[in-house]
């Protein structure tokens, strides 16, 4: 079991750019959150995803971002047009169920804005 | 919003010292998680506590819950410098997204 799997591990892109974050969850684990860490804070939840759902999506800015996890393959979070403060570390998290359950992370994609 | 705030900031002590750390919520939660950070890491699950237990052991770890006070403390006993890290709790309510603190910092000088 590979656990969280989270690509790319970098990644830089110019004012302007779209990034597109992976995020494959553990397997048997139908819900994905996706949260965003700036420097020498803690994370800020962004979006919850159940499989083709979105179930939560209050912590995600309402331009420019968006998320999908679609039947087949990884979860995306996607960026448009990005900013220089877009530049942080997000995270994928997944989980068996809701709530009852420790969430398992993946190691982040760390997005600088140059 | 059920926002964990963890207390200290940061902790610096010496190796083979116990490290405690706090962390406070406002509302009601289903359970409170406490993570641990390795510098420019991932976050690695330690122990998970439900709304209905007091205390919880994990090796070296022992977490307590008070829901009266709404608030949870973590501690690492006999600390090593391995445990260097940021420590994060994070509470988990009826919407299942966890919301955590912004961490705190332990330092363990060898």
């Known amino acids: 079991n590979a656990g969280v799997m989270q690509n790319p591990r970098h990644l830089v892109r110019r004012r302007g750019q779209e990034a597109r974050l992976r995020c494959s969850p553990m397997?048997?684990?139908?819900?994905v959150y996706w949260y965003r860490q700036l420097p020498e804070e803690g994370l800020k939840f962004m979006v919850y995803l159940q499989k083709e759902n979105i179930i939560d999506e209050s912590g995600m800015p309402k331009e420019r971002f968006s998320a999908e996890f679609p039947k087949e393959g990884p979860s995306i979070l996607r960026i448009q047009q990005v900013v220089r403060g877009d530049s942080a570390a997000y995270f994928c998290a997944s989980s068996f169920g809701r709530a009852a359950y420790g969430y398992t992370f993946g190691s982040g994609t760390r997005l600088t804005v140059v | 919003s059920q926002q964990g705030e963890e207390d200290p900031q940061a902790l610096s002590i010496q190796e083979g010292e116990n490290a405690t750390m706090n962390c406070s919520y406002k509302t009601s939660i289903n359970n409170l998680q406490w993570y641990r950070q390795n510098s420019g890491r991932g976050l690695v699950h330690l122990i998970l506590?439900?709304?209905?237990?007091r205390e919880k052991h994990s090796g070296r770890l022992r977490v307590t819950l008070d829901t009266s006070k709404k608030s949870s403390s973590l501690l690492i006993t006999a600390s090593r410098a391995a445990d260097t890290a940021s420590y994060f709790c994070?509470?988990?309510?009826?919407?299942?997204?966890?919301?955590f603190g912004k961490g705190i910092t332990l330092s363990v000088r060898p």
């Open positions: 506590i439900r709304s209905n237990e």
């Open positions: 994070a509470a988990t309510g009826a919407n299942s997204k966890l919301t």
């Open positions: 397997k048997g684990h139908s819900h």
